[in-house]
Protein backbone atom coordinates (compact mmCIF):
# COMPACT_ATOMS: atom_id res chain seq x y z
CA UNK A 1 0.00 0.00 0.00
CA UNK A 2 1.57 3.35 -1.30
CA UNK A 3 1.09 6.16 1.71
CA UNK A 4 1.61 10.05 1.59
CA UNK A 5 4.74 10.89 3.23
CA UNK A 6 3.86 14.33 5.15
CA UNK A 7 5.86 16.21 7.96
CA UNK A 8 3.40 14.64 10.44
CA UNK A 9 3.27 11.26 9.03
CA UNK A 10 7.39 11.15 9.37
CA UNK A 11 7.32 12.52 12.71
CA UNK A 12 4.61 9.82 14.15
CA UNK A 13 7.03 7.41 12.28
CA UNK A 14 9.97 8.64 14.25
CA UNK A 15 8.08 8.43 17.54
CA UNK A 16 7.31 4.81 16.66
CA UNK A 17 10.72 4.18 16.06
CA UNK A 18 12.38 5.87 19.04
CA UNK A 19 9.53 4.24 21.18
CA UNK A 20 10.84 1.08 19.82
CA UNK A 21 14.38 1.17 20.50
CA UNK A 22 13.23 2.17 23.85
CA UNK A 23 11.24 -0.53 24.37
CA UNK A 24 14.01 -3.10 23.04
CA UNK A 25 16.32 -1.82 25.48
CA UNK A 26 14.28 -2.31 28.42
CA UNK A 27 12.16 -5.87 27.31
CA UNK A 28 15.18 -7.03 24.83
CA UNK A 29 14.22 -7.49 21.17
CA UNK A 30 12.06 -11.38 21.49
CA UNK A 31 10.39 -10.19 24.16
CA UNK A 32 9.13 -7.12 23.09
CA UNK A 33 5.62 -6.50 21.51
CA UNK A 34 3.70 -4.41 18.80
CA UNK A 35 1.24 -3.41 21.72
CA UNK A 36 3.96 -2.34 24.12
CA UNK A 37 5.92 -0.13 21.41
CA UNK A 38 2.47 1.24 20.39
CA UNK A 39 2.09 1.84 24.46
CA UNK A 40 5.25 3.50 24.51
CA UNK A 41 4.59 5.76 21.44
CA UNK A 42 1.20 6.88 23.09
CA UNK A 43 -0.87 5.43 20.54
CA UNK A 44 -3.73 2.38 18.95
CA UNK A 45 -1.68 -0.78 18.29
CA UNK A 46 -2.92 -0.66 14.84
CA UNK A 47 -1.52 3.09 14.37
CA UNK A 48 1.41 1.28 14.98
CA UNK A 49 0.77 -1.41 12.86
CA UNK A 50 0.33 1.20 9.84
CA UNK A 51 3.64 2.38 9.80
CA UNK A 52 5.28 -0.64 10.49
CA UNK A 53 3.69 -4.25 10.23
CA UNK A 54 6.29 -6.35 12.40
CA UNK A 55 9.25 -5.81 14.84
CA UNK A 56 11.15 -6.77 11.70
CA UNK A 57 10.23 -3.35 9.94
CA UNK A 58 11.03 -1.38 12.63
CA UNK A 59 14.62 -3.14 13.08
CA UNK A 60 15.07 -2.19 9.18
CA UNK A 61 14.32 1.37 9.74
CA UNK A 62 16.72 1.07 12.66
CA UNK A 63 19.36 0.21 10.10
CA UNK A 64 18.31 3.10 7.67
CA UNK A 65 18.32 5.43 9.93
CA UNK A 66 21.97 4.95 11.63
CA UNK A 67 23.14 4.66 7.76
CA UNK A 68 21.65 8.17 7.31
CA UNK A 69 22.63 9.81 10.32
CA UNK A 70 26.60 8.37 10.08
CA UNK A 71 26.44 9.22 6.75
CA UNK A 72 27.98 12.96 6.73
CA UNK A 73 30.29 12.28 9.67
CA UNK A 74 31.58 9.25 7.60
CA UNK A 75 32.19 11.56 4.78
CA UNK A 76 33.98 13.81 6.87
CA UNK A 77 35.99 10.95 8.17
CA UNK A 78 36.99 9.87 4.39
CA UNK A 79 37.82 13.19 3.58
CA UNK A 80 40.10 14.56 6.36
CA UNK A 81 41.94 11.25 6.58
CA UNK A 82 45.17 10.58 4.63
CA UNK A 83 46.11 6.73 5.03
CA UNK A 84 44.00 3.88 5.17
CA UNK A 85 44.70 3.50 8.68
CA UNK A 86 43.65 6.49 9.74
CA UNK A 87 40.48 6.13 7.64
CA UNK A 88 39.52 2.55 8.63
CA UNK A 89 39.97 3.66 12.76
CA UNK A 90 37.63 6.73 11.76
CA UNK A 91 34.85 4.55 10.26
CA UNK A 92 34.93 1.18 12.47
CA UNK A 93 35.52 3.71 15.73
CA UNK A 94 32.26 6.06 14.77
CA UNK A 95 29.94 2.65 14.11
CA UNK A 96 30.72 1.69 17.39
CA UNK A 97 30.07 4.61 19.22
CA UNK A 98 27.19 5.28 17.24
CA UNK A 99 25.35 1.59 18.14
CA UNK A 100 26.82 1.72 21.62
CA UNK A 101 23.17 2.71 23.02
CA UNK A 102 21.82 -0.12 21.47
CA UNK A 103 24.51 -2.77 21.99
CA UNK A 104 22.44 -5.27 23.93
CA UNK A 105 19.92 -4.74 20.79
CA UNK A 106 22.46 -5.39 18.42
CA UNK A 107 23.76 -8.47 20.22
CA UNK A 108 20.13 -9.75 20.18
CA UNK A 109 19.75 -8.95 16.74
CA UNK A 110 23.05 -11.17 15.99
CA UNK A 111 21.48 -14.34 16.40
CA UNK A 112 19.70 -13.75 13.38
CA UNK A 113 22.78 -13.83 11.18
CA UNK A 114 22.19 -16.43 8.89
CA UNK A 115 21.38 -14.57 5.18
CA UNK A 116 18.23 -16.24 5.00
CA UNK A 117 16.46 -14.14 7.86
CA UNK A 118 15.46 -10.84 6.63
CA UNK A 119 17.21 -8.92 9.29
CA UNK A 120 20.87 -10.79 8.62
CA UNK A 121 23.51 -8.24 7.52
CA UNK A 122 24.27 -10.93 5.07
CA UNK A 123 20.12 -11.28 3.49
CA UNK A 124 19.06 -10.08 0.17
CA UNK A 125 16.60 -7.67 2.18
CA UNK A 126 19.84 -6.29 3.98
CA UNK A 127 21.55 -5.49 0.00
CA UNK A 128 20.98 -1.97 -0.13
CA UNK A 129 22.67 -1.47 3.64
CA UNK A 130 25.45 -3.32 3.02
CA UNK A 131 26.47 -2.17 -0.24
CA UNK A 132 25.84 1.08 0.53
CA UNK A 133 27.94 0.31 3.82
CA UNK A 134 30.58 -1.48 1.47
CA UNK A 135 30.56 1.78 -0.65
CA UNK A 136 32.79 3.63 2.01
CA UNK A 137 35.31 1.39 2.27
CA UNK A 138 35.80 0.92 -1.41
CA UNK A 139 35.97 4.79 -0.86
CA UNK A 140 38.91 4.22 1.75
CA UNK A 141 40.74 1.89 -0.53
CA UNK A 142 40.06 4.19 -3.53
CA UNK A 143 41.74 7.39 -1.51
CA UNK A 144 44.29 5.98 0.08
CA UNK A 145 45.46 4.57 -3.12
CA UNK A 146 45.90 1.04 -1.60
CA UNK A 147 48.35 -1.36 -4.21
CA UNK A 148 47.26 -4.83 -4.54
CA UNK A 149 47.17 -7.17 -7.49
CA UNK A 150 44.22 -6.06 -9.86
CA UNK A 151 42.72 -9.92 -9.44
CA UNK A 152 42.47 -8.97 -5.30
CA UNK A 153 41.66 -5.47 -5.20
CA UNK A 154 38.67 -5.17 -5.96
CA UNK A 155 37.36 -7.64 -3.77
CA UNK A 156 39.43 -5.88 -0.39
CA UNK A 157 36.21 -3.38 0.13
CA UNK A 158 34.24 -6.03 1.06
CA UNK A 159 36.75 -8.14 2.93
CA UNK A 160 37.36 -4.93 5.03
CA UNK A 161 33.53 -4.98 5.41
CA UNK A 162 33.39 -8.51 7.05
CA UNK A 163 36.46 -7.34 8.99
CA UNK A 164 34.51 -4.77 10.47
CA UNK A 165 31.54 -7.29 11.24
CA UNK A 166 33.43 -9.78 12.98
CA UNK A 167 34.72 -6.79 15.24
CA UNK A 168 30.96 -6.07 15.61
CA UNK A 169 30.13 -9.36 16.90
CA UNK A 170 32.86 -9.86 19.69
CA UNK A 171 31.85 -6.02 20.79
CA UNK A 172 28.71 -7.11 21.36
CA UNK A 173 29.59 -10.00 23.46
CA UNK A 174 32.75 -8.32 25.15
CA UNK A 175 32.07 -7.90 29.23
CA UNK A 176 35.42 -6.77 29.63
CA UNK A 177 35.34 -3.21 31.09
CA UNK A 178 33.86 -0.64 28.80
CA UNK A 179 35.03 -3.24 26.05
CA UNK A 180 38.53 -2.50 26.65
CA UNK A 181 39.47 -6.00 24.82
CA UNK A 182 37.68 -4.86 21.69
CA UNK A 183 39.44 -1.90 21.51
CA UNK A 184 42.68 -3.69 22.20
CA UNK A 185 41.60 -6.23 19.39
CA UNK A 186 40.60 -3.54 17.08
CA UNK A 187 44.20 -1.92 17.71
CA UNK A 188 46.46 -5.21 17.28
CA UNK A 189 44.23 -6.62 14.83
CA UNK A 190 44.41 -3.64 12.32
CA UNK A 191 47.69 -3.11 12.49
CA UNK A 192 48.39 -6.54 11.61
CA UNK A 193 46.18 -6.54 8.63
CA UNK A 194 47.72 -3.40 7.41
CA UNK A 195 51.29 -5.24 7.89
CA UNK A 196 49.94 -7.90 5.47
CA UNK A 197 48.87 -5.81 2.91
CA UNK A 198 52.25 -4.14 2.89
CA UNK A 199 53.66 -7.34 2.84
CA UNK A 200 51.25 -7.90 -0.61
CA UNK A 201 53.26 -6.06 -2.39
CA UNK A 202 56.31 -8.32 -2.21
CA UNK A 203 57.35 -10.40 -5.39
CA UNK A 204 58.10 -13.15 -3.18
CA UNK A 205 53.98 -13.55 -2.84
CA UNK A 206 53.52 -12.93 -6.47
CA UNK A 207 52.58 -17.37 -7.48
CA UNK A 208 49.99 -16.17 -4.22
CA UNK A 209 47.51 -13.58 -6.24
CA UNK A 210 46.29 -15.64 -8.54
CA UNK A 211 44.94 -18.06 -6.62
CA UNK A 212 43.99 -15.77 -3.87
CA UNK A 213 41.92 -14.15 -6.59
CA UNK A 214 40.24 -17.09 -8.34
CA UNK A 215 39.17 -17.99 -4.61
CA UNK A 216 37.61 -14.42 -3.69
CA UNK A 217 35.90 -14.36 -7.39
CA UNK A 218 34.54 -18.12 -6.99
CA UNK A 219 32.91 -17.33 -3.11
CA UNK A 220 31.64 -13.93 -4.00
CA UNK A 221 29.83 -15.57 -7.22
CA UNK A 222 28.28 -18.04 -5.10
CA UNK A 223 27.28 -15.42 -2.63
CA UNK A 224 25.44 -13.60 -5.15
Known sequence: MTRLTTPKSEATRGRILAAGLRVFRERGF????????????????????????????LV?????QAQEEMAPELDRILTRSRTLEQRLRGIIGLKLDYFAPNR???GALSAHIDPVHPLSPFSAATTQIRERDIAFFA?????????????ILPYLPRLLWLYQMG????WVYDRSPKQTLSALL??????????VLKLARLPLLK????????????IYTEVR
Not at 35 to 40: D, P, V
Not at 186 to 195: A, G, I, V
Open 139 to 151: RAVSESRVHLPPS
Open 207 to 218: PLYRPAGELLKA
Open 30 to 57: EQATMREIAAAAGMAVGAAYYYFDSKDA
Open 60 to 64: MAFYE
Open 186 to 195: FDKTLRMMLL
Open 104 to 106: ALV
Open 167 to 170: LMLF
